[in-house]
């Protein structure tokens, strides 16, 4: 047998086995022909499961603006730490009060109450009580006046002044009048939120 009759032979029954090596050697790496051919529209739907997708693949980037609504969302998994400063709203309600001992019966005080630094006031009120002590139903006295107060400056000076609309609050100012037979312990409170 001649040496192309040979190599005829071998190559007819070798043909797959060498088919199969070019196909292999040719897609490892993907071909840049084959990287250019398969697009989306070569991709069946739901094709691409979620085990066929790399751990961290899908990042930030990736995710259409809007795309994540509080349906996409695990009831009970957003905590505070996974939300802004801005939008984490009071963290702490914490109540403020400046006493006066000794207001006369039938004797009215006045005071404001300034809340912590980063607080807000977000109510306030006042009230009577012997030496200050509050127990059961034991407050007497009659509010006034009622209103949130903010700092104002004119110049070098800083005044309490009413709050303005649209302003935040940073106290509280009430007038309480002692409604009782003896002098009592005026009590005056804010209501102060911060974050």
């Not at 809007?66 to 996409?72: I, L, P, S, Y």
């Not at 006066?100 to 977000?122: E, F, L, M, P, R």
């Not at 009659?142 to 609050?169: L, Q, R, W, Y």
């Amino acid at each position: 047998m001649t040496r192309r009759a040979r190599l005829g032979r071998h190559l007819s029954r070798n043909i797959i086995g060498y088919l199969a090596l070019l196909i292999a050697v040719s897609l490892t790496p993907l071909p840049a022909w084959a990287a250019a051919a398969i697009g989306t529209a070569q991709i069946k739907n739901g094709a691409v499961t979620t085990p066929k997708l790399h751990g961290g693949a899908v990042t930030s980037p990736k995710i259409k603006a809007n795309a994540v609504n509080g349906a996409k969302v695990k009831d009970g998994t957003i905590g505070k730490a996974d939300l802004a400063a801005a939008a984490q709203g009071f963290t702490t309600i914490v109540t403020k009060t400046s006493s006066t001992a000794n207001v006369a019966a039938g004797a009215s005080h006045q005071a404001t109450v300034v809340c912590g630094a980063d607080q807000v006031a977000i109510g306030g009120g006042g009230y009577a009580t012997p030496d200050g002590i509050v127990l059961l139903g034991t407050t007497a006295g009659e509010v006034t006046k009622s209103h949130p107060t903010s700092p104002i400056t004119i110049g070098n000076f800083t005044f309490t002044s009413a709050s303005g609309d649209g302003v935040a609050p940073t106290g509280w100012r009430t007038t309480v009048k002692n409604t009782e037979a003896t002098a009592q312990t005026v009590v005056h409170y804010a209501i102060c939120a911060g974050k």
